[in-house]
Every structure is written in structure tokens, then in C-alpha cells.
């Protein structure tokens, strides 16, 4: 097997083609095709179904992209072990995030550390930090919980109390807190099952031996807080995550205090890059981790 071969399927694979893969590689489309080619016929597989103008991984080339993903990535960190002398630069850092909220303190203090590094922020609930880390989608991830075993390097961010909230005009909206058994008889509207914020409340409802029936299921916390706002029913977010808004009442947990830690995650095979570290870093300066 050939470097030039695995590199092309690797770049037609994250790609999504071979022109673009082409193009990335500075090489033309017929070049890129005959070392993927090549590749299938030495090793009697076939990695790609073409079909017409679209290309997909087969099984077996999901397998090998799991492989050349890792394989590409330490090839990566050594060009910048390499070059340690050099100014940090990347073409661009990618971050997800359950919450942008969490980690505006640090993006202040990187940017003024790092101005060259172009940043990518983008969101998602926890199971899809967890997803697009795993498929190097993304180096750096925010989400609602510290991960558990041993393929992530971690830093706690904060650990903020779960609150439920509901419009002005709704009936609690004069109270200060309300009971967990008295939330459960409300008309809640919750967020999609991969949020943690949600797999939280769920748990800790469990625990009671209580029940609850979701009225509304929103995707995304922005979706949620229109629909209360809007008199949908009530909410269940961090405190942290609440923020300010005129049309929204706050309402503490009465009987119990839900907590929910909020981490900064990369992946532990990809923390000794230049750029993940250098953040790491900063995090760690910013919250006295």
C-alpha cells in the first residue's frame, strides 16, 4: 500500500467526492481516481459505491476512514511538533458547543493570545459533541457533562443548578420556585432526547418515582425558549444557560438542586495538538483549572 493511494481515499472520503478531493490535493480527478483504483484492485475490496456522480463509503471504506482519520491526524501533530519554532497557526479551530454561553470567556482571552487562529463555533446537544469529535468533525467540544472513560482529556467549566422557567403571563409566573412533583403536572416543554440537560431532569424525576409526559419536544434550547415564551408551557434549562429576557420567569427548584457540570472535551489522542493545547491552556488560565 502506497501513502499516495490511502492519502486519496482518505481525501475522497471526508470530502464527499473525487474533484473535491482533487482539488484539495492540488492533483487532477483521473489521478486521484486511478491511485483509489489501484488501492481497491491490490487489496480485492471495494471502498467506494459509485453511483452515477455520487460516491459513499462501503463498509469496509468506513473501517479504513476510522483508520486514516487517526493515521492523518498524528501525521498532522508531527508537522507541528516539527515546526514548535513557527507562530501557532491553523486554518481554523473547530469548536462545538451545547452552549456558546460557557466558553465566551475563553474565546476573549484566545483570540487575544491567538489572533491567527481562525475560529468555527458551531452547536449541538451533548451526543452530538460526542459524535463530531469522534469523527474529527470537530477538536474541541462544550457540553453538559464530564465524559466518563478514557478517551477524552477534560476540564471542568462550571457546575450550575437546573432551573425551570415559563412566560410572564403563565400561571406560576408570579411564584419563585415551584416543587419537582408540582413541575411534573405542568405542561413541560423539553428539549430533543440527546440533550443533557433533559437526560438530567429525566433521572432525576425517575429517582423521585415520579413521571412526566413532555407536551412539547423542541429541537434545540433557542426552540424551546420561543415556545415559552410564547405561553407553550414550561422550560427546564441551567442557570447558567438562562440569560436575560423580559417575556421569561425564572423558578428555582424548591425541594431538590439538580446540578450540571459543564466541560471543555477533546479527544485524548488529539490533545498534544498545538492548537487544542494552546486552548486548553487558556481554559485552564481563565477558570483556575
Known amino acids: 500500500m502506497r501513502y499516495v493511494q490511502l492519502r486519496a481515499f482518505h481525501h475522497v472520503a471526508v470530502s464527499g467526492g473525487f474533484s473535491r478531493a482533487a482539488t484539495a490535493l492540488g492533483l487532477t480527478q483521473p489521478a486521484i481516481s486511478d491511485q483509489v483504483r489501484k488501492l481497491e484492485e491490490e487489496y480485492d475490496v471495494i471502498l467506494f459505491n459509485r453511483h452515477k456522480k455520487q460516491v459513499s463509503l462501503t463498509s469496509a471504506g468506513q ?6 482519520r487517526r493515521m ?9 511538533l ?3 519554532s513557527r507562530a501557532l497557526r491553523l486554518e481554523s479551530l473547530r469548536v462545538v458547543a451545547d452552549s456558546a454561553h460557557h466558553m465566551l470567556h475563553i474565546l476573549g482571552r484566545f483570540r487575544d493570545r491567538y489572533p491567527g487562529v481562525a475560529m468555527v463555533v458551531s452547536a449541538g446537544n451533548s451526543e452530538e459533541v460526542i459524535a463530531q ?19 477524552f482529556e477534560t476540564i471542568k467549566l462550571s457546575s450550575t443548578p437546573l432551573i425551570a422557567f415559563v412566560s410572564t403571563e403563565h400561571p406560576l409566573g408570579k411564584r419563585k420556585s415551584v416543587s419537582l412533583a408540582a413541575l411534573c403536572e405542568q405542561s413541560l416543554v423539553l428539549r430533543e432526547r440527546g440533550s443533557k440537560t ?3 431532569f429525566e433521572a432525576a424525576v425517575r429517582a423521585r418515582g ?17 415556545i415559552v415564551a410564547t405561553g407553550g408551557g414550561v422550560g427546564v434549562v441551567s442557570a447558567a444557560e438562562f440569560g436575560q429576557d423580559p417575556r421569561l420567569v425564572p423558578l428555582r427548584l424548591s425541594d431538590c438542586e439538580l446540578l450540571m457540570d459543564e466541560a471543555l472535551v ?24
Open 63 to 68: 473501517r479504513l476512514l476510522e483508520v486514516s
Open 72 to 80: 492523518f491526524e498524528v501525521e498532522k501533530q508531527a508537522q507541528e
Open 82 to 84: 516539527l515546526s514548535e
Open 133 to 151: 469529535l469522534y469523527d474529527y468533525e470537530a477538536e474541541v467540544g462544550i457540553l453538559g457533562e464530564m465524559p466518563k472513560g478514557r478517551d
Open 198 to 200: 433533559r437526560q438530567s
Open 210 to 226: 415520579l413521571t412526566l409526559t413532555p407536551a412539547i419536544e423542541a429541537e434545540g434550547r433557542e426552540a424551546v425558549r420561543e
Open 266 to 289: 477533546c479527544l485524548r489522542e488529539r490533545a498534544g495538538s498545538k492548537v487544542i493545547r494552546a486552548f486548553f491552556e487558556t481554559a485552564r488560565a481563565v477558570s483556575g483549572g
